[in-house]
């Protein structure tokens, strides 16, 4: 299938590995031209290399920085020549006891997985309104839908934007000019912030990491951990030309696990 969207501009945040770099990888495949964005310098130069050996005639820029920061969100805009296609994407918070973070905590959290995104898509969806086409994806989190007790500062946070995307995505100003808003909540994908989490759940548990590991991977039908590419390929339908119809949903992608109807 031909995605359509061959020769727009992306911009993904924090895809240097990961779901951001799944994300990256699945839209030039597409034919999309990428502005990538990660902290670190090498790791981003290198993922740039490797996503432009996907498709030579692809542009694939890499701007290192703090997509959680005004500045960081600056070059990265700059570095767009348009905005059709909108990634947010920034690690997540530590997991551990609500009863240990303080305020500062808290707005870190809120700054990073609510804030940030919001002010994206506030420099983005106009444009992509007036010109008629847009999509904006936001990574959040399985946990909002599930919340997991060590992971209280993304619950809050993430749980936050989903409730202003909600109201954003449905504005008739943006849904009626072609453009959609949705959120794609991964469960457990072999990634670094799993292992991160699974080793915060194993201290807590006082159990090795290795059980806890294994007994996370059996919890989804599948048997498995999901792969960065398998949440690339559904943020690129939901990126494309067919997905117009599409708005204002939380597409979770866990391998089941979920037992919930709703």
């Known amino acids: 299938m031909d995605l359509g969207i061959r020769g727009r501009w992306a911009l993904v945040c924090a895809a240097s590995r990961g779901l951001g770099r799944g994300c990256a990888a699945a839209l030039v495949r597409e034919g999309a031209n990428v502005v990538v964005t990660a902290r670190g ?43 059709d296609i909108l990634v947010t994407n920034a690690g997540g918070p530590p997991p551990g006891d609500f009863r240990d973070w303080d305020r500062a905590d808290w707005l870190r959290a809120v700054d990073a997985n609510m804030l940030a995104p919001i002010e994206l898509m506030k420099a983005t969806v106009d444009g992509m309104a007036e010109r008629g086409f847009g999509r904006v994806v936001n990574i959040t989190s399985g946990a909002v839908k599930a919340p997991m007790d060590v992971l209280g500062l993304s619950n809050g946070a993430r749980s936050g934007l989903t409730g202003f995307v909600a109201g954003l995505a449905r504005q008739r100003r943006l849904a009626a000019r072609n453009v959609t808003i949705n959120n794609l909540l991964p469960g457990s994908f072999d990634t670094d912030r799993l292992r991160a989490t699974m080793e915060a759940s194993a201290r807590a548990a006082g159990q090795p990491f290795e059980t806890v590991w294994e007994s996370r991977r059996r919890q989804a039908p599948a048997e498995r951990f999901g792969h960065p590419d398998e949440f690339g390929a559904a943020c690129a339908f939901l990126c494309s030309a067919h997905a117009g119809y599409i708005t204002g949903q939380n597409w979770l992608i866990d391998g089941g696990a979920y037992p919930g109807t709703f």
């Open 41 to 83: 310098v090498e790791a981003l130069q290198l993922a740039a290399a490797q996503l432009q050996a996907l498709r030579p005639g692809a542009k694939v820029v890499p701007v290192a920085g703090d997509i959680t920061s005004p500045a960081g969100r600056e070059a990265a805009l700059a570095a767009c020549p348009q905005v």
